[in-house]
Nanobody, 116 residues
């Protein structure tokens, strides 16, 4: 199973970026896909996640600014990030997991840098 993330970059505060992550593999059995991030010196934290039924969960600091979506047919998850702030700067990691906890996969990470 592989998760390949795209879309990071450098943007000014107030700008937008869209991340995408495609999951592939013959043994792919996942229910929830999402994005986590890790800033220097900080722990990795959940940003947003979405189930295969479309239920979403966001951390409070991104609510109203970030939107997570998913294309189940393509096993792809997207994160539209608007009104970006310098504190959103981090490496963003794609995650895909099964609800029973048996499968938990991570992508390679993509850098998002927001300048003030």
């Amino acid at each position: 199973v592989q998760l390949q993330a795209f879309g990071g970059g450098l943007v000014q505060a107030g700008g937008s970026l869209r991340l995408s992550c495609a999951a592939s593999g013959s043994r792919l059995r996942v229910n929830t896909m999402g994005w986590h991030r890790q800033a220097p010196g900080k722990q990795r934290e959940l940003v947003a996640e979405i189930t295969n039924g479309g239920n979403t969960n966001y951390r409070d600091s991104v609510k109203g600014r970030f939107t997570i979506s998913r294309d189940n047919a393509k096993n792809t998850v997207y994160l539209q990030m608007n009104s970006l702030k310098p504190e959103d700067t981090a490496v963003y990691y794609c995650n895909a997991r099964s609800n029973n906890g048996l499968n938990n996969y991570w992508g390679q990470g993509t850098q998002v840098t927001v300048s003030s």
